[in-house]
């Protein structure tokens, strides 16, 4: 059992074929955390709306995150756009889950993080809804088609491989809209006067330094299946968890290699977690 400072989690997606809740559950397992941020996008009422599903696996995870609670453990939800019926719960109380507009964390290093949904300043959001409501369909069923490409893979020992994930980094339009989103965020944490930004929404998982600010994006539970965390002593990571490790798997605390001093970030698969865990850090 690996125990954090904090662990944030975004963008689960309960309510759609496309959540991938066993590993989330598998990873709310195997982490345990003194506070847990949820930040936004955990339920997809965008998509429950259109139809109803609710398989055992997604009741499982709310009831996952209910007994971190009662074990002790500190849970903030940060709404987004697809979960934005909880926003009107602002400032309220549920099952010991504490619903916030955004919020401040302190790292145990001193640095002041804002969290943030993110969805408030993508442009397509605040300006043409209608267009971020067809950019879903379209996303939905690419999600479809990967789903049943990953299916062959996993069956022919391969681990999962995203698609959209793929297309984001390939597509220009898309790494354009990805960059001036990171640069946004960092931008208005400084004004916030903070030392960075803790957000969601686009679905790609990155620790890095934007004009000596510090972004963070924890991913998501549909494509990435990753979280961010804060080690004990206050080091940031990316956690990937793209395996469901069986239950007698014992292992190590994480591993992680010091920054070579001439990047922001890099990737470290030399974990204890040989099948089940890569990360990314940045020291601080």
């Known amino acids: 059992m690996a125990q954090y400072r904090t662990i944030w989690i975004s963008d689960v997606h309960l309510g759609t074929i496309g959540c991938q809740a066993d590993y989330l559950l598998d990873f709310l397992k195997h982490n345990e955390a003194h506070t847990f941020y949820l930040v936004g996008d955990m339920i997809d009422g965008w998509r429950l709306k259109k139809s109803w599903y609710w398989p055992q696996a997604h009741n499982d995870v709310i009831q996952k995150i209910l007994r971190k609670v009662r074990k002790g453990a500190e849970v903030f939800y940060?709404?987004?756009?697809?979960?934005?019926?909880?926003?009107?719960?602002?400032?309220?109380?549920?099952?010991?889950?504490?619903?916030?507009?955004?919020?401040?964390?302190?790292?145990?290093?001193?640095?002041?993080?804002?969290?943030?949904?993110?969805?408030?300043?993508?442009?397509?959001?605040?300006?043409?809804?209608?267009?971020?409501?067809?950019g879903d369909n379209l996303y939905t069923l690419i999600l479809s088609v990967?789903?049943?490409?990953?299916?062959?893979?996993?069956?022919?020992?391969?681990?999962?491989?995203?698609?959209?994930?793929?297309?984001?980094?390939?597509?220009?339009?898309?790494?354009?809209?990805?960059?001036?989103?990171?640069?946004?965020?960092?931008?208005?944490?400084?004004n916030r006067k903070c030392d960075g930004v803790v957000c969601g929404h686009i679905h790609k998982a990155e620790i890095r330094l934007i004009d000596g600010?510090?972004?963070?994006?924890?991913?998501?539970?549909?494509?990435?299946?990753?979280?961010?965390?804060?080690?004990?002593?206050?080091?940031?990571?990316?956690?990937?968890?793209p395996h469901i490790l069986d239950d007698d798997i014992e292992y190590s605390?994480?591993?992680?290699?010091?920054?070579?001093?001439?990047?922001?970030?890099?990737?470290n698969s030399g974990t204890q977690l040989p099948t089940a865990l890569t990360t990314e850090s940045l020291n601080l």
């Not at 062959?152 to 994930?165: E, M």
Request: glycine share 6%.
């Open 146 to 190: 990967n789903r049943y490409f990953n299916y062959i893979r996993i069956k022919c020992g391969f681990q999962y491989w995203s698609l959209s994930q793929y297309l984001k980094t390939k597509v220009k339009n898309a790494v354009n809209f990805i960059t001036d989103f990171e640069v946004l965020m960092t931008r208005e944490a400084k």
């Open 253 to 267: 605390p994480l591993e992680i290699k010091p920054l070579p001093p001439s990047v922001a970030h890099q990737s």
């Open 78 to 134: 940060i709404p987004g756009n697809h979960d934005e019926m909880a926003r009107q719960f602002i400032g309220m109380t549920f099952g010991e889950i504490q619903i916030r507009e955004d919020m401040i964390h302190i790292t145990a290093k001193g640095k002041k993080l804002w969290i943030t949904h993110g969805d408030i300043f993508d442009s397509v959001m605040q300006y043409a809804k209608w267009l971020a409501y067809l």
């Open 213 to 241: 600010l510090l972004y963070c994006n924890d991913g998501d539970w549909v494509e990435s299946m990753s979280a961010l965390v804060e080690t004990l002593d206050g080091e940031l990571q990316i956690v990937y968890w």
